[in-house]
Nanobody, 125 residues
């Protein structure tokens, strides 16, 4: 499975961006997806995950109410809508595939089997 993330860019604080991650295989629709981010000098951290059919989602506390993860299995694509962006949201954002329909530990990066190349999000204050 190859993943292609896009949609990053420069935005002012309070603004919005929508990230996309396109998967190369139809089997994408059987698996959970996640978004992680890594800021300079920091460890990669979990942002959000979504089950195979979009019926379950999970967010890290710092983005709850501002970010929304969704997916379109017909397009093999997962999205991350980011609203009310803050300077501390600035990072390289990565999408990933976990070969499970869903799970309680999808906040852990070791659960993921395939990773995209990352897309840069910059938030100016």
């Amino acid at each position: 499975v190859q993943l292609q993330a896009s949609g990053g860019g420069l935005v002012q604080a309070g603004g919005s961006l929508r990230l996309s991650c396109a998967a190369s295989k139809r089997t994408f629709s059987n698996y959970s997806m996640g978004w992680f981010r890594q800021a300079p000098g920091k460890e990669r951290e979990f942002v959000a995950s979504i089950s195979w059919n979009g019926g379950s989602t999970y967010y890290t506390d710092s983005v709850k109410g501002r970010f929304t993860i969704s997916r379109d299995n017909a397009k093999n694509t997962v999205y991350l809508q980011m609203n009310s962006l803050k300077p501390e949201d600035a990072a390289v954002y990565y999408c990933a595939v976990a070969r499970t329909p869903w799970g309680q530990d999808l906040n852990l990066d070791r659960r993921y089997d395939y990773w995209g190349q990352g897309t840069q999000v910059t938030v100016s204050s």
